[in-house]
C-alpha cells in the first residue's frame, strides 16, 4: 500500500494511509517529501511550501485557506486550515455541456427477485409495519409488535413497529413534516402490510392522518384509535392477522434492475470515504441511472461548499434554480435560529482527518457519482423521477435515512470511516472506507471499500458491491442493521412545541 495518496494532479495536499514519524521521506508523484512532525492516519501532509491566505486544493478544489505559512512536509488540519465558506451565495445557470457518448448501462437484463404489489410498486422485502400517529402510543406498538412476532411466526419477514416522539403538540411544518414522513413509510412497499396505531385525542390523529396517504388499500392498511378499544393489543393482533395471512401468500418475482431505488449516505466520515466508498457509491450511482433506475443524494448541509458542481449537472435550468433554493434554504435555517452556517465537520470527522466543511461536501457528492440531477425533492416528498434525485434535509444519520426510505428507497448504501450501528427501516449496506474499522466491527459493516487502497480496482470493487445489492434486494442476503435488529426512526423538527 502506498502510505500517501494524491487525489488529483492538482493538488496541495496528500492523505496518510498509515502514521508518518517526523523525518519519514516518502515520494509520491516525482515529488519526495519530509515529514517535520508526526502526521496521524488519514490526516493532510503538505506537498509543497504554502503562504498564509493561499487556498489549500484537494479533490481538485480548494478546501479553504492558509492560516498561517506552511511548509512543505507539516501537517494540515485546524490548527492551520480555515473555511473559505459564509453566508447565502448568487449562482449562474450554465446549461450542461451535452456528453459526447451515452453512459453505457452495464446493467441492461439484469434482474432481482423482488415482490411485485398489487399497486405495480415493488418492494424487497415482505414485512409488516406499525406505524404510531402519536408517541402517547409507542409503548403499545412495540407490545404488539413483539405479541405478534410470537403469533404470527414464520408468516412474513417480521413485524416491526416504528416509533417517535412526535403526532402532537406540534405547530406549522413541524406537525406537516411528522404526517409526511409518517405516511412515506406507510406507502413504503417494503411494508406488504401495515397498521397505523393511534391514541384518539391526538393533532395527527386517524381521521386527519389518513388526508397525507395516498390512496388507502384498506387490505393492506388497517387503523387502530387504542381510545376506542378496551384491550388493543389483541384489537391489534385481531388486524394484523389478515395483513399475516396475506403476506404469507405473496411470492418474489423477477423484476428489472432499473426499478430498484438506493438512497446514499455518509455518517461517521474519515479522510478515506472521499477516496474509497464514496467514489465507490458513485460508481453504484452510475450504473443504477444509466439503467433509468433512481438514486437519492441527501445531507444538504454537506453539498455546502461543493454545491457548484451539482448544479452543473442539472437537467435543466428548472432543475438549477431548485437546487439553488434547496442549498440556500438550508442556510437561511441555520441563519434564522441565529447559527454559524458552516459549523461543521464533527469532532469524529476532525479526528478522521477531515478539516473544512468543503473538503466534506467534495468527498461526500462523490456518492453522487457523474449521474444528471433530475429532480430536487422537498423533505419527506416522494422519489418519483429516474436519475440522481437531491432530497432536502440534514445530514444527521438518523434524519436524512428515515427521510429517503419515506421518499421510497428500498435499501440504503451508508458509508462510514469511524463506524455506526444505527439501521432505519429499510435494509442498510455498510461500508467501511478503511480496512481496519471492517476488522474491527465485522458486526456492523457489510462491505470493506478499504480494499480499494490495497489494490482492488474502482471496478472490480464496484462489481462485488452491486453483487450484493442484488442479494440483498432479492433476500439472499440481510445486512447487519437487519441480523441485529437496529431498526430506527428520527423526524426532523424547526418549531414549537405546545
Known sequence: ??????????????????????????????????????????????????????????????????????????????????????????????????????????????????????????GIRNEIWIIPTVGCVNKSAE???????????????????????????????????????????????????????????????????????????????????????EDEVEAALKLIRPLAERASAEKRVEIPVEELVIGFKCGGSDAFSGITANPLCGRITDRITSCGGRAILTEVPEMFGAETILMGRSLDEKVFNRVVSMVNGFKEYYQRHN?????????????GGITTLEEKSLGCIQKGGSAVVTDVLEYGERCV?????????????????????????????????????????????????????????????????GKILTGTSFEEAADELFSLILDTASGKYKTKNEKNGYREIAIFKDGVTL
Open 1 to 122: 500500500m502506498e502510505k500517501l495518496i494524491r487525489i488529483t494532479p492538482k493538488d496541495d495536499v496528500a492523505v496518510c494511509t498509515q502514521e508518518m514519524e517526523a523525518g519519514e521521506k516518502v515520494t509520491i508523484g516525482g515529488t519526495t517529501v519530509t515529514a517535520l512532525e508526526k502526521i496521524p492516519f488519514g490526516h493532510k501532509i503538505a506537498l509543497r511550501d504554502i503562504k498564509k491566505s493561499e487556498n489549500i486544493i484537494k479533490y481538485g478544489f480548494p478546501i479553504g485557506h492558509a492560516t498561517e505559512d506552511i511548509k512543505a512536509g507539516s501537517h494540515i488540519h485546524s490548527h492551520n486550515l480555515q473555511t473559505n465558506l459564509e453566508g447565502t451565495l448568487e449562482y449562474k445557470y450554465k446549461p450542461r455541456a451535452a456528453a459526447e457518448e451515452p453512459t453505457k448501462c452495464e446493467l441492461a437484463g439484469k434482474t432481482f427477485l423482488g415482490y411485485r404489489r398489487k399497486n405495480g410498486k415493488v
Open 143 to 229: 407490545l404488539i409488535a413483539k405479541a405478534a412476532n410470537e403469533r404470527f411466526a414464520g408468516m412474513c419477514d417480521g413485524i416491526f413497529a416504528y416509533t417517535h416522539p412526535y403526532g402532537c403538540s406540534q405547530l406549522g411544518d413541524d406537525q406537516l413534516y411528522t404526517q409526511h414522513i409518517l405516511a412515506g413509510l406507510v406507502e413504503h412497499p417494503n411494508a406488504t402490510g401495515v397498521l397505523v396505531l393511534g391514541l384518539g385525542c391526538e393533532n395527527n390523529n386517524i381521521d386527519v392522518f389518513k388526508k397525507f396517504i395516498h390512496n388507502i388499500d384498506e387490505d393492506r392498511i388497517k387503523f387502530l384509535s387504542t381510545q376506542d378499544v
Open 339 to 351: 447559527q454559524v452556517v458552516y459549523e461543521n465537520p464533527s469532532p469524529g470527522n476532525k479526528a
Open 385 to 449: 423521477t429516474k436519475g440522481l434525485n437531491l432530497l432536502t434535509g440534514p445530514g444527521n444519520d438518523m434524519v436524512s435515512c428515515t427521510n429517503m426510505a419515506a421518499a421510497g428507497a428500498h435499501m440504503i448504501l451508508f458509508t462510514t470511516g469511524r463506524g455506526t450501528p444505527f439501521g432505519p427501516p429499510v435494509p442498510t449496506i455498510k461500508i467501511s472506507t478503511n480496512t481496519g474499522l471492517f476488522e474491527k466491527k465485522p458486526q456492523w459493516i457489510d462491505y470493506n471499500a
